[in-house]
């Protein structure tokens, strides 16, 4: 049913780096901007990264945001437990004409 | 502030009507996309419709899974969204966000809870 395939689940420890993977295909991630969001349960989802590796105002740098190809990749340096969170990969899907999301990751900080 | 408060979610049953209504406050609302965002409980994301601006003579986009149920609309007069649901299925029941889409989706409001249930 989703469109953009994320790895269902990564755990890391706290100060290591997370690695999130979205992949596509050329009618959505290969011609569009990617951007990522992050939801804690219970809130509503919040807005990472946007147009592959921009950061909006007050998202610090350890986010990061790449696109190659048909896939995107979101990194977290220095995870914190503050991180634990359901992240969500998006873009424009140009045979769909929709949005489309990935299924989400749910990131552990252990 | 910028800001994005939903209103008129709540429970019905199969087949029915509601609508959900959306105020933006702190920023031109005329000048933006605006998005309707869903979550089923325990499940992913969901895009559901998008209203473009003026500019784009306020076209209109939606989900496979909604098209020729739901209606997306604006009042710019009004900073307003709303979203006309019409024969609603239990696989309707979700959180329903607004958004407004910028550089991403980048404002959310804190959603209103429709319930499809007999």
């Known amino acids: 049913q989703y469109v953009l395939t994320q790895t269902p689940s990564v755990s890391a420890a706290p100060g290591q780096t997370g690695t999130i993977s979205c992949s596509g295909d050329?009618?959505?991630?290969?011609?569009?901007?990617v951007s990522w969001y992050q939801q804690i349960p219970g809130t509503a989802p919040k807005l990472l990264i946007y147009?592959?590796?921009k950061r909006p105002s007050g998202i610090p740098d350890r986010f990061s945001g790449s696109k190659s190809g048909t896939s995107a990749t979101l990194g977290i340096t220095g995870l914190q437990t503050g991180d634990e969170a359901d992240y969500y990969c998006?873009?424009?899907?140009?045979?769909?004409?929709?949005?489309?999301f990935g299924d989400g990751t749910k990131l552990t900080v252990l | 502030e910028v800001q994005l408060e939903e209103s008129g979610g709540g429970l019905v049953q199969p087949g029915e009507s509601l609508r959900l209504s959306c105020v933006a406050s702190?920023?031109?609302?005329?000048?933006?996309?605006m998005d309707w965002v869903r979550q089923a409980p325990g499940k992913g994301l969901e895009w559901v419709a998008r209203?473009?601006?003026?500019?784009?003579?306020?076209?209109?986009e939606y989900a496979a899974s909604v098209k020729g149920r739901f209606t997306i609309s604006r009042d710019d007069s009004k900073s307003s969204l709303y979203l006309q649901m019409d024969s609603l299925k239990a696989e309707d029941t979700a959180m329903y966000y607004c958004?407004?889409?910028?550089?991403?989706?980048?404002?959310w409001g804190q959603g209103t809870t429709v319930t499809v249930s007999s």
């Open positions: 702190g920023f031109t609302f005329s000048d933006h996309k």
């Open positions: 958004v407004r889409k910028h550089h991403g989706m980048d404002v």
């Open positions: 147009e592959n590796n």
């Open positions: 998006g873009t424009w899907d140009d045979s769909l004409s929709s949005w489309v």
């Open positions: 209203s473009r601006d003026k500019g784009s003579d306020y076209s209109t």
């Open positions: 050329s009618f959505n991630i290969g011609k569009n901007f």
